[in-house]
């Protein structure tokens, strides 16, 4: 499906996916730049880093790693929206990020292609607490699969609703609570477990 975007822009297509998807969007709104600033408080833009953004919508989060990112740094991006993911190979061209369009459920084959170190950080958007928690379950068993060893999972959340369920793999920290953000929300920054 070839779609174009000359008058697109990011809120309005982000509220007609949201609309048309919403358990999978799990918003109306894109995030703020302030809670995207939450989310890379603890990332460390060293030489080489590489990150794995799940979940990126119109790219908020997206575009603030690339701008702190240095050139050595490589960002690997899952969408499992066709019209998103292509918007965002629209909007950001850039030889540090590749954009999969696919279930981030199924990064493991994806990323074992792609012939990669394990990634620093994983940073997530996906509304993990609308999944089902089988579903949710393999999300995070594939982060924990996929992490390096001294990696970081940061996720927010708009509710404390899937503590229990991500403290099963990770040791697990609220790093702040952005109330300049439509709804307003938790971070939580994850360290693996040994399972
Ligand atoms: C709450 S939006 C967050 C978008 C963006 N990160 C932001 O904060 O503005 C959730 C995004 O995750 C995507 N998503 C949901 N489930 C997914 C999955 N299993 N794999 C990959 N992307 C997924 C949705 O299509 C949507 O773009």
Redesign the pocket.
Known sequence: MITHFPKTHAPGL?FR?GIK?FI????LV??SKY??KMMLKSVEMKQGVFIV??????????KMILSEMPKSGRLVV????PI?AEYLRWQIVDPRIMIIE????DMVSHLSNLNTNKPNYIIS???IGN?RPSLRKS?LSAVHETLAEDGLFIQ?QYFLASLVAIRKFFHTKIIGYEYRNIPPAFVYSCSKKIL
């Open positions: 982000f996916e998807k999978k969007n799990g918003s894109p995030s809670l995207g953004e799940l979940g990126a919508g119109t790219g908020t989060f997206t899952f969408e499992i929206n998103l696919a279930d981030a459920v958007g996906i509304p999944m999300l927010f």
